[in-house]
């Protein structure tokens, strides 16, 4: 399954929408999300529906007559995406919606200082001006210390003391606040629960009034980022939400009990790993969205069910009763607050230059990685907006516009001279299943039909190989007797036994094993990786070219797929890949050393990280001469990368899978069949859930 990276974490919408230094971060976005989940939760959620432009206001958030559905008109009980009707209750019974808007930035007069800037006026000035009978209040940074210190005033005790004391850094003399990401994350959730309204991220960009948007019934707003994630940079609620008492306790498990032996998270100058602040950011706000507004859903569901978020908002459009206002929010001119009147994208790089605004994920990899002092000693202002499958819009690394975007996306001149000294591109393709049979096993179902039997049937002087558990394992003992891996490496990805089969050390999770035996087949062996549930209906010798090195579609835009990669072998970039990964697997640990495991598995975050984070990190530094990881969003994201890869004189192939018949390998002549019935056959599951209970658990 695809998993859309932090890139977007989407964070989101990754997005992934997340939150920023003062404006919180994705990858909705997820990168997000990312993803963005996705995404991490989106890491192999669905293909997402076309970007389509559309007229100003043709599209606006769905309003429901309550008088025209009731909690009665639900679907079945067998339908995963029935609301929870004691939750619909529960809101009905809130009071209205405030008329407040909350904003996070450093600067609580950002608005007035910058208000030449046209992303400033396009803004929060807009957003002023078009809903004059709503109170806006920008929240600096010792606001939100002040919003925590609320949370443990409350007479429910909403967090406690010594999780406040960590959070600002008030445990010791000689203690440090928690990272600005953090410290918004949690702030921004006890805000609306507290007081209720509309949370806007700085970074968005408005042109609808409110009174446009949200009815006198509307009590709760799910956007969602292009259906990759629910938006956490845009919220509404009324006060009093369970929704949001339950993500503050959740978010306030993880971080006081999510680290060794169940205590709180390991800190370093007061910061928490990486993926464990997005973790506690977009990862906690959609599993909580879903197990508490759906009655039958969770996330670990959302990546087994074709269109699955797109599904859920259709789901509370047709049975919320008007209580719960959603969109699908695709880009910077066509969401939840804005439309196409605004003309164009306004840039926002100019006034994060103004406050040192840039990404957050490579001051915290710094500081763990021993590399970089934390600049300002209190922590903060250092990160910004969360790369993940939450956040569609990334800030830059603070280069600003010195170079023009044809130049950033530029193709890497020596990269392309390496793609032409390679051979072509081998007859092969790879599949990873736990059934190397599975498409004899299960040839009667219409999934099987149109993915892999389509696949072997349309290709036919291709070579198919199904990989199962123990060939994946294999590949990788392979990869550390030839060095391209330690065999100290290998041994902590696939286990160790004694000379009797007793197993000394457990294997790590399949889904890191899998990550980096792709890779490792596609440097040796070259040809195509497919994931098992990519659906096929059209042949190699429509999509692949004599001059074709490399493959790199994109996932509806959001990032470069993982889970479809082509490439001659002995290409530089997934060598690339594989040295990186060996870095984090073996370096990212405790004291520099190996990461820490339990059961053999690494923890959710960074066996994400392995996977799509390093993927497409790697192919923006090396194929493109002036687009990063870190900036991508900022400087045009992923479209404006695929339109240069046209320029690659046929040696990289590009499409945009946009849903699962419209992509490099499949079209709209077949439907989407379901995977859920081979999936349940050998019992595959979401990985994020398991590695997450493992982790939770007391040791």
Not at 316 to 340: A, F
Not at 579 to 602: D, F, H, Q, T
Request: aromatic share 8%; hydrophobic share 35%; proline share 5%.
């Amino acid at each position: 399954m695809t998993r859309p990276g932090p890139l977007l974490r989407t964070r989101n919408n990754g997005q992934r929408s997340s939150s920023s230094s003062m404006l919180p971060v994705i990858r909705c976005i997820m990168l997000t999300c990312a993803i963005f989940y996705a995404c991490y939760i989106l890491s192999y959620f669905n293909r997402m529906e076309p970007i389509v432009s559309k007229t100003p206001g043709a599209e606006t958030a769905q309003r429901i007559d309550p008088n025209n559905a009731s909690i009665d008109s639900q679907p079945n009980h067998d339908d995963p995406f029935r609301l929870n009707t004691a939750y619909l209750t529960h809101l009905a019974s809130l009071p209205p919606m405030p008329k407040k808007i909350h904003v996070f930035f450093p600067d609580k007069h950002y608005h007035q200082t910058h208000a030449d800037l046209p992303f400033v006026q396009h803004s929060i000035l807009a957003l002023t001006t078009l809903n004059p009978d709503w109170t806006v209040t920008v929240y600096d940074d010792a606001d939100i210390n002040e919003i925590i210190r609320r949370g443990v005033q409350h007479h429910d005790g909403l967090i406690t003391q010594e999780e406040c004391d960590i959070l600002l850094g008030e445990e010791s003399s000689s203690s440090f606040p928690a990272h600005i990401v953090e410290r918004s994350d949690l702030a921004r959730i006890l805000l609306l629960y507290l007081e209720g309204g509309v949370y806007v991220d700085a970074d968005r960009l408005v042109s609808l009034p409110m009174s446009r948007i949200l009815t006198e019934t509307t009590k709760l707003c799910l956007p969602t980022f292009n259906d990759v994630n629910f938006c956490q940079d845009l919220q509404c609620t009324s006060p009093g939400n369970e929704l949001y008492l339950s993500i503050v306790r959740a978010m306030s498990q993880r971080r006081m009990m999510g680290g060794e032996n169940g205590k709180p998270l390991e800190r370093r100058r007061g910061w928490v790993r990486g993926g464990e602040l997005f973790e506690m950011g977009p990862v906690v706000y959609n599993e909580r969205v879903m197990q508490v507004v759906f009655a039958g859903l969770s996330t670990k569901d959302m990546g087994m069910v074709e269109n699955s978020y797109a599904k859920a908002r259709e789901a509370l459009e047709k049975y919320g009763r008007g209580l719960i206002l959603t969109k699908k929010d695709k880009d910077c001119m066509d969401g939840l607050l804005v439309d196409s009147s605004i003309g164009q994208c306004f840039g926002r790089e100019e006034l994060y230059d103004a406050y040192g605004l840039k990404p957050w994920a490579e001051a915290v990899d710094a500081v763990w990685e021993g590399k970089e002092e934390v600049n300002n000693e209190d922590g903060e202002g250092q990160g910004q907006k969360k790369d993940g499958s939450g956040d569609k819009n990334k800030p830059d690394s603070g280069s600003g516009n010195e170079t023009p975007e044809t130049d950033l996306f530029k193709l890497n001149t020596q990269y392309l001279d390496h793609l032409r000294s390679l051979g072509s591109l081998p007859k092969k393709v790879h599949i990873l299943f736990p059934d190397k049979l599975y498409y004899e096993n299960q040839k009667d179902l219409p999934f099987v039909q149109h993915s892999i039997i389509s696949l072997i049937k349309l290709n036919p002087d291709w070579n198919v190989t199904v990989y199962d558990n123990d060939d994946v394992d294999n590949v990788i003992r392979g990869a550390g007797l030839s060095g391209l891996i330690s065999k100290e490496e290998a041994d902590i990805l696939v286990g160790t036994k004694d000379e009797n089969g007793n197993i000394l050390t457990e294997a790590a999770h399949i889904v890191e094993r899998s990550d980096i035996a792709r890779l490792i087949l596609m440097y040796t062996q070259g040809g195509f990786y497919l994931d098992a549930d990519r659906l096929v209906s059209i042949p190699m010798s429509k999509i692949v070219q004599p001059s074709t090195r490399l493959c790199l579609p994109t996932f509806n835009d959001v990032n470069f797929c993982q889970d479809l990669q082509c490439t001659s072998p002995e290409n530089e970039l997934f060598l690339s890949m594989i040295r990186e990964c060996s870095e984090i697997r073996m370096k990212k640990g405790p004291g520099g050393g190996p990461l820490e495991r339990r059961k053999g598995w690494s923890k959710g975050g960074a066996l994400f990280d392995m996977g799509p984070v390093v993927y497409n990190k790697n192919i923006l530094n090396i194929v493109f001469e002036g687009v990063s990881y870190n900036n991508i969003e900022e400087l045009g994201g992923y479209t404006k990368a695929r339109e240069s890869l046209v320029n690659s004189d046929g040696l990289i192939l590009t499409k945009r899978d946009k849903n699962c018949n419209d992509g490099l390998l499949v079209d709209k002549s077949i439907e989407c069949y379901d995977r859920h019935e081979l999936y349940d056959k050998y019992g595959m599951k979401r990985w994020a859930v398991a590695v997450d209970a493992l982790w939770a658990e007391k040791v």
